[in-house]
């Protein structure tokens, strides 16, 4: 039995979008991919608030991670790490023998303006890494209030992990001053693993003419030299691409940004009453919890292993907490194209089990 995914990604996929990616291949180099890709990406820059580029990638989101680093550091790197994956963009930087500083942050905590000012004040820095939403500890960082701090210094490249959120939080790129931000299609987009967007600024390509060594297969001049002919540089996963393109047909015409935008808040909502009502606690910090999954403290001291073995049997699974915070935390995810019905449906069959653990 198919247990529906209720976890920080991959994310269920609808019957309708696994179905588009059996269209039959067509040739990367033909003109049915120019009109693929040249179909999807105005989508994209739609989705994204953006007049400046839109890459597509082969590849995982950690990737792009690394390229990122790359192709636009070409001094010292502030990586602000809050968790899991923002500490892996600072393992990136000492395994690519790249300058930087970890500004560490509690886990629970957001990124704050207060905490990257002082430093970007040094002038030391010529790259900033911020994770949007953190997957690990479900803390959403007010990217908002950043991007006003950061666009104070114009020679520090911003950089976003938006990972798990982009396609279900607004992110209005141009407006913030993001020189990268990046997702793969796993978790909000609600799509299969395999294909990473990246939005780049034409400030952060002009950065990257500067730096030498960007590597080959995510060379973002590369990109934009292939991407200016509706290409990429190597064989792209066309299958995802075509599902990309469905995808984002849906969320711009069928449910429309604000309606998406507005339904994840509402999710989000719904499971952190839930959970403040079932007697746990929420791990983020207050004010700073994540509009797509809900990290919430076991401090009920439920086997959380036990919980989706019970909710394998319903057709579910939510996710234990990450790392360190295996069984001192459980996620819930709410992103993708999940619904209301589903998620109250979901919460039912919690509240079902926990007497009997």
């Known amino acids: 039995m198919h247990k529906k995914l209720f976890i920080p990604g991959p994310s269920e996929v609808r019957p309708e979008m696994l179905q588009v990616m059996a269209t039959p291949q067509i040739g ?9 890709h040249g179909a999807v990406v105005p989508k994209l820059k739609k989705m994204l608030y953006t007049e400046q580029e839109v890459f597509l990638f082969t590849s995982s989101s950690t990737a792009v991670m690394e390229a990122a680093l790359r192709n636009l550091c070409g001094k010292k790197v502030l990586s602000c790490a809050n968790g899991a994956f923002a500490d892996r963009w600072y393992k990136m930087t000492t395994s690519n023998n790249i300058p930087s500083k970890k500004l560490d942050v509690p886990w629970g905590k957001p990124i704050t303006p207060d905490l990257i000012e002082p430093e970007l004040k040094t002038g030391d820095y010529d790259c900033i890494t911020i994770v949007m939403n953190e997957t690990s500890v479900g803390v959403r960082s007010p990217i908002e209030e950043l991007a006003e701090v950061i666009k104070k210094y114009p020679d520090v490249m911003f950089c976003i992990d938006a990972v798990s959120c982009m396609a279900g939080d607004k992110i209005e790129t141009d407006k913030l001053g993001v020189d990268i931000v990046l997702a793969g299609m796993q978790k909000c987009f609600a799509l299969p693993t395999g294909l990473t967007v990246a939005m780049l600024s034409n400030r952060a ?8 060594y960007r ?6 001049l590369l990109a934009k ?3 200016d002919k509706s290409q990429t540089p190597s064989t792209p996963a066309i299958p995802q691409i075509f599902a990309l393109n469905a995808q984002m047909t849906h969320i711009l015409n069928e449910e429309g940004l604000e309606n998406r935008w507005a339904r994840h808040i509402h999710l989000a909502e719904i499971v952190q009453k839930w959970a403040l009502g079932a007697g746990f606690t929420l791990f983020p910090e207050k004010g700073y919890e994540s ?7 076991n401090n009920k001291g439920i086997p959380i292993a036990a919980l989706n073995k019970e909710l394998g049997k319903r057709g579910a699974v939510i996710s234990n907490g990450y790392g360190d915070l295996k069984e001192k935390t459980f996620r819930i995810a709410h992103m993708g194209d999940v619904t209301e019905p589903e998620i109250r449906e979901l919460l039912g069959w919690i509240d079902e089990i926990l007497p009997t653990l």
Do not use: Q, V
């Open 205 to 212: 390509l002009e950065k990257a003419t500067t730096i030498p």
């Open 215 to 220: 590597g080959y297969y995510l060379d973002f």
């Open 28 to 36: 990367h180099r033909s003109k049915d991919y120019k009109d693929l």
């Open 225 to 227: 030299k292939s991407s």
């Open 291 to 297: 509009r797509t999954l809900t990290c919430i403290n």
